[in-house]
T-cell receptor, first 112, second 116 residues
Framework: DQQVKQNSPSLSVQEGRISILNCDYT??????FLWYKKYPAEGPTFLIS???IKDKNEDGRFTVFLNKSAKHLSLHIVPSQPGDSAVYFC???????????WGAGTKLIIKP | GAVVSQHPSWVICKSGTSVKIECRSL??????MFWYRQFPKQSLMLMAT?????????EQGVEKDKFLINHASLTLSTLTVTSAHPEDSSFYIC????????????FGPGTRLTVL
């Protein structure tokens, strides 16, 4: 049972435009969500997170939105830059448990 | 941010040999370290969780006798792939949890293992 889903395996966006990456989850007990960025042959890098008590968290060009009723979160990157081309993973955890449940990732390609 | 290193970054070995991969937290003490495996175009699969000074907790389906994990100090965990076979070829990633940061894990750069 895949509790965290990223249904788009890839996304192509023009440089300077907004990139929106989506993530859905099924477990209503999840209370913390994270986004990671990963380049090939490297480990993931933490980007931004959000607690379930919030519906938005912003850090520079990155904003994460959480819709608990829809069990949906999204990562917005604006403006998109060529260096943003990577695979983005969303992950979730519950009850202060450090174990992360990962989505399958979305490959973001920023076109010049 | 916190830095986690892995050594080696890549290794090629013969079938039947054992390979040790080290994971170090360089600027913080990691109470918990995690070992992941990533298959091509797939998500990260948690293999085991190790806490300093205690036995690792393995995920279902992961053979603990094949993937030996030792977390001898707050800055070092090792994963030994014993009697490696070609199907063990994969990208292995460790991460370390900073005990003061809620649910943030810092990842190492990964180790590419190829078993011939």
């Amino acid at each position: 049972d895949q509790q965290v889903k990223q249904n788009s395996p890839s996304l192509s966006v023009q440089e300077g435009r907004i990139s929106i990456l989506n993530c859905d989850y099924t477990n209503s007990m999840f209370d913390y969500f994270l986004w990671y960025k990963k380049y090939p042959a490297e480990g993931p890098t933490f980007l931004i997170s959000i607690s379930s008590i919030k519906d938005k968290n912003e850090d520079g060009r990155f904003t994460v939105f959480l819709n608990k009723s829809a069990k949906h979160l999204s990562l917005h990157i604006v403006p998109s830059q060529p260096g943003d081309s990577a695979v983005y993973f969303c992950a979730a955890s519950r009850n202060s448990n450090y174990q992360l449940i990962w989505g399958a990732g979305t490959k973001l390609i920023i076109k010049p | 941010g916190a830095v986690v290193s892995q050594h080696p970054s890549w290794v090629i070995c013969k079938s039947g040999t054992s390979v040790k991969i080290e994971c170090r937290s360089l600027d913080f003490q990691a109470t918990t370290m995690f070992w992941y495996r990533q298959f091509p175009k797939q998500s990260l699969m948690l293999m085991a969780t190790s806490n300093e000074g205690s036995k690792a907790t393995y995920e279902q389906g992961v053979e603990k006798d094949k993937f030996l994990i030792n977390h001898a100090s707050l800055t070092l965990s090792t994963l030994t792939v014993t009697s490696a076979h070609p199907e063990d070829s994969s990208f292995y990633i460790c991460s370390a949890r900073d005990g003061t940061a809620y649910n943030e894990q810092f990842f190492g750069p990964g180790t590419r293992l190829t078993v011939l």
